[in-house]
Each structure stands twice: as structure tokens, then as C-alpha cells.
């Protein structure tokens, strides 16, 4: 078992930046791919981001550019750098860890984080 806690989200102006962290307890971080994903109201929950174990990453077109995924092995845990927030980047985000290929999937994931509410006001 894995447990994921994301750090608290919040409210910021279009424009700006946010980080967002997700602590892993339980197994082996370092094996794990690990993964954001995030739910706007109305919307299916969509993969923006991911990095493997060796710390390749990967993208949604919907952020590439803008957002950037790391992680320290060492601390378990993975980041979430948001800059150039927009409105439409207002959702719950999710971090996951998995092993499988799916990585842009959510069957890609097997364990979830409970969420975190950010809001990017216009």
C-alpha cells in the first residue's frame, strides 16, 4: 500500500503561480511512476502530468510549457510547479503512483491522493 497526501491547493490570480506537493508513504517511492491529474467541475478527471522512476516526464499539451513535475526520491515526494495559472486550470488535482504503462491514463495508477482545490480567479 501506498498513501499519497497532496499539500493544501488555494486560490490565486490568473497569471500566477502555485506548487503543490504529495507526500508518499508506505512502499518503495522510488519504483513508483508518479502522476498528476486534476477534475474541473463538469469534467472528467484528466492526466496533465507524470515522471517516472528515473525521473523522465511527460505532459498534457494543457500544461506543457506552464507546469512542471518533479521528485525527490530521498523525501518521497513529488511536486507540482503551476506558473501562468489561468481560470481554466481551476480544478480538484490528484496525485497517483503506479507501475504501469498507462501512464497518461488513470488505470495507469493504483494508489490516489485524497485531492486538493485550486482556484485561479480571473
Known amino acids: 500500500q501506498v498513501q499519497l497526501v497532496e499539500s493544501e491547493g488555494g486560490l490565486v490570480q490568473a497569471g500566477g503561480s502555485l506548487r503543490l506537493s504529495c507526500a508518499a508513504s508506505?512502499?518503495?517511492?522510488?519504483?513508483?511512476?508518479m502522476g498528476w491529474f486534476r477534475q474541473a467541475p463538469g469534467k472528467e478527471r484528466e492526466w496533465i502530468a507524470a515522471?517516472?522512476?528515473?525521473?523522465?516526464?511527460y505532459y498534457s499539451d494543457s500544461v506543457k510549457g506552464r507546469f512542471t513535475i518533479s521528485r525527490d526520491n530521498a523525501k518521497s515526494t513529488v511536486n507540482l510547479q503551476m506558473n501562468s495559472l489561468k481560470p481554466e486550470d481551476t480544478a480538484v488535482y490528484y496525485c497517483?503512483?503506479?507501475?504501469?504503462?498507462?501512464?497518461?491514463?488513470?488505470?495507469?495508477?493504483?494508489?490516489w491522493g485524497q485531492g486538493t482545490q485550486v482556484t485561479v480567479s480571473s
Open positions: 497517483a503512483a503506479g507501475r504501469g504503462n498507462y501512464i497518461k491514463y488513470e488505470r495507469g495508477y493504483e494508489y
Open positions: 508506505g512502499r518503495v517511492f522510488s519504483i513508483y511512476t
Open positions: 515522471i517516472s522512476p528515473t525521473g523522465n516526464t
